[in-house]
């Protein structure tokens, strides 16, 4: 049965600062890894999606790396802003299923 | 706007009540789905629903019955629910299917129903 563990559950940090939110699964037989960003009370928001094959994805400030064979995946921050502060969801998706097996999240605080 | 809507946004339900959740998407996407969050659990996958036929079912209690009468409306029919199922439920909505050999696609989400059974 896959799990998804994040690390660490919480983090706050100064405006400006880069940071590193660490995610890991049990099975390796994924088709992708997928982060997410939740604020408060609503839906998730995709951030960025890194398939089985790939190394890492980049958008902006944020950039995820993938090593499936390690069953690790890594979402950097830079130059982290308040506008950041949200809960950030890993979630990967199984190899021959639709299903999203997702982790407990980040709850990101970026302190002005 | 997502392009993924919920109603309502709020829900308080007695335990003989019954209560319907809606979702709609308006992305052209062949596939659905239903989750709950609890507080400190991870989001759990409830439903699947691939071109309107359910795809799969996460060992759901009965008293959850989802509905998906077409490609964009999918509902969530409760009744005697128990105070442990307050959680915020999501919709959600992906272009692929199990049709699709190699599915890349991410899923879509709604801003989700919070819903609070006494």
Known sequence: KQEVTQIPAALSVPEGENLVLNCSFTDSAIYNLQWFRQDPGKGLTSLLLIQSSQREQTSGRLNASLDKSSGRSTLYIAASQPGDSATYLCAVRQGGSEKLVFGKGTKLTVNP | ?118
């Open chain 2, 1 to 118: 706007e997502t392009g993924v809507t919920q109603t309502p946004r709020h829900l308080v339900m007695g335990m003989t009540n019954k209560k319907s959740l809606k979702c709609e998407q308006h992305l052209g996407h062949n596939a659905m789905y239903w989750y709950k969050q609890s507080a400190k659990k991870p989001l759990e996958l409830m439903f699947v629903y691939s071109l309107e036929e359910r795809v799969e079912n996460n060992s759901v209690p009965s008293r959850f019955s989802p509905e998906c009468p077409n490609s964009s409306h999918l509902f969530l029919h409760l009744h005697t629910l128990q105070p442990e199922d307050s959680a915020l439920y999501l919709c959600a909505s992906s272009q692929d299917g199990p049709l699709v050999a190699n599915p890349h696609g991410t899923q879509y989400f709604g801003p989700g129903t919070r819903l609070t059974v006494l």
